[in-house]
């Protein structure tokens, strides 16, 4: 079920994982920003990017940390030999304790260096009102 | 003592299974549930009902449920 609210006011009635939530106005949400929302008593961070909007946990994998405290930046990425280069601009969360790069839109760790994935969740985005509901992607097993 | 997995906030990190492999499994989809009594996995990380956990594992769990980063391992008042 989606709860309507006031523009304004995201709130939800419905604790369902499957029920979505009213979070933000797509307006309001800065490029690039990690946007702190409630989702049925949980901390999720809604970050919009160029792609899209994205919804995380507020868990690292690595050791707990507060993602929603990090910063949506981009990565280093291998190019020719012995050279990287700046990418993915906006489209990786870091970390605020130790600095590790994620993927907003898997959770996955950038490199493969930390095992697990940052909680992602669903995010949906309709006439310009941002929906948030706690279903999870299921990308399989990390390795 | 019974447990179970909130599931939304499960990292996949899976410490819980490599200390309390009796008691936790990490599933194909990336998140981490209990084993019922069989030992097999059970349903949305254990539901409200969580597993029974049995006294020579209790310990693990314990240290399962401190190093779960996702801190998502809950105990289940027992009466």
């Given at each position: 079920m989606t709860t309507e609210a006031s523009p304004s006011t995201p709130s939800s009635a419905d604790t369902s994982a499957a029920a979505e939530h009213f979070v933000a106005l797509l307006a309001d949400l800065p490029l690039h920003r990690i946007h702190r929302v409630q989702v049925d008593g949980r901390d999720v961070g809604i970050i919009r990017t160029a792609d899209g909007v994205h919804a995380i946990g507020?868990?690292?994998?690595?050791?707990?940390?507060?993602?929603?405290l990090g910063r949506v930046t981009g990565t280093m990425v291998a190019s020719a030999a012995d050279e990287y280069v700046y990418d993915h601009d906006g489209l990786v969360v870091q970390c605020p304790w130790h600095a590790y790069e994620f993927h907003?839109?898997?959770?996955?760790s950038v490199g493969g260096v930390?095992?697990?994935?940052v909680p992602v969740f669903t995010a949906t985005v309709r006439d310009g009102r941002v929906y948030c509901s706690l279903t999870r992607p299921t990308p399989g097993r990390p390795r | 003592m019974r447990v179970t997995v909130d599931?939304?906030?499960?990292?996949?990190?899976a410490y819980c299974e490599e200390v309390a492999g009796p008691v936790f499994v990490l599933l194909d989809s990336g998140l981490a549930t209990v084993r019922d009594a069989a030992g097999e996995p059970m349903p949305d990380g254990g539901g409200p009902e969580g597993a029974a956990v049995a006294d020579e594992h209790a310990s693990a769990v314990k240290d399962a449920i401190g190093m779960?980063?996702?801190?998502?391992i809950r105990t289940i008042a027992t009466p």
């Open positions: 507020n868990r690292c994998p690595h050791q707990g940390a507060p993602m929603c907003i839109d898997t959770g996955r930390v095992r697990g994935r | 599931q939304p906030e499960c990292t996949g990190a779960c980063p996702g801190g998502c």
